[in-house]
């Protein structure tokens, strides 16, 4: 790791991985004695920085937080490629894995708990299902098992044949959400965000919906590890009963759903790179309070 500078969002570094590419990562470090490492994976319109409200809050009850940007997203473009997009889309699976190692290295003997939002939740139970080894428990917001907006047939038939015709061409998926979204003020806070993605190359959304998206209940039904699920009630992007049917397929004896009244996708705007009044702060501390009671129980 690389340190550069400290921010509000938390200490800028960068992990570089056995192919020699650096992932721009945050790291918010313990208050205090660290009793347990945190690694939070965004959603695929936002970035690391989704993690800003959260990142202090955590650090503030003894976890060392650490929010990496997936290679192709956030503050990290590959070579001749547009954010959005990867040359690569194993590697996404093989940088968190490497992620893991490095901190668990180091911070032995430390409980390590993946921390997923939105399709941030595909990549945590990908791994939780392969590498149970490797982590103590998972936390799920809002994962995307059914979601609230269906790509045109002729949009899916575009992704269908991506793998062979059109791998790199770019596809707005944002523009394809439910219109009260785009009416909302976390879209226009998302569209001002020049690190946020609205476009996505074609055949890193095929990989992402076939390798991992699709594959959620699956992976899901081998994984035996501690696991908290957290929705919120008016989520139009993520259908709540999404999180009804991961935590039915979850192999854990030790499984948690909680429920949010009135929240939305981004929790009372507790998970996503910029804040408005919107939402008062006792809403977003709400969310905070559930995560970090579960993980110190």
Known sequence: MVLQTQTFGGIEEHLKMTDDFNLFCRHWPSAGEIKRTVIFLHGIEVHSGAFRFMGPELANANCEVYAFDRRGFGNFREDNLPRGDTLDFDRHIEDLKEVVDDVRKNHPGKPLFIFGHSRGCAYALWHAAHYPEQLDGLVLAAPPVETGFKLPAQDTFKLVLSPVVSHHSMYDLIDRWPQ???????????????????????????????????????????????????????????????SNLILEKLSSKDKTLHVFPGADHWFYQSIIPTMRAKYGLDQKREVASIIKSWLEK
């Open 180 to 242: 009260a979204f785009k009416e909302s003020e976390e879209y226009k806070l998302i569209s001002q965000d020049e690190f946020c993605t609205k476009e996505f190359g074609l055949g890193f959304l095929f990989s992402l919906q076939t390798k991992l998206a699709n594959q959620m209940l699956h992976h899901a039904s081998k994984i035996d590890k501690s696991t908290l699920i957290i929705h919120g009630d008016a989520d139009i992007i993520a259908c709540p009963n999404s």
